[in-house]
């Protein structure tokens, strides 16, 4: 591959990053607050920010989250329980 190709195709892969979008996570611990999104990722209070319903709203273990990645994927965002 040429080296304008190849500046080209590493442009457009820096540029197109796929967006997460929101997910549903379960709620596995409470204080500490753990959120299980998939097998593999167990987010802890570091990765979580609650927002206020959430945060005052009724919570317990095993019930389903609402969250919205934020744009580097290092933190989610709780919005609300799933009913």
Request: glycine residues 6%; without cysteine; hydrophobic residues 35%.
């Amino acid at each position: 591959m040429d080296p304008i190709t190849e500046l080209a195709k590493m442009f457009k892969e820096r540029d197109n990053k796929s967006y997460l979008g929101a997910q549903t996570g379960i709620i596995t611990r409470l204080y500490p607050l753990e959120v299980r999104l998939n097998e593999n990722i167990l987010l802890n209070s570091s990765h979580l920010k609650q927002s206020r319903t959430f945060s005052n709203g009724l919570k317990e273990i095993g019930y389903k989250v609402i969250l919205i990645p934020s744009g580097d994927m290092q933190q989610f965002y709780i919005i609300d329980v799933e009913v």
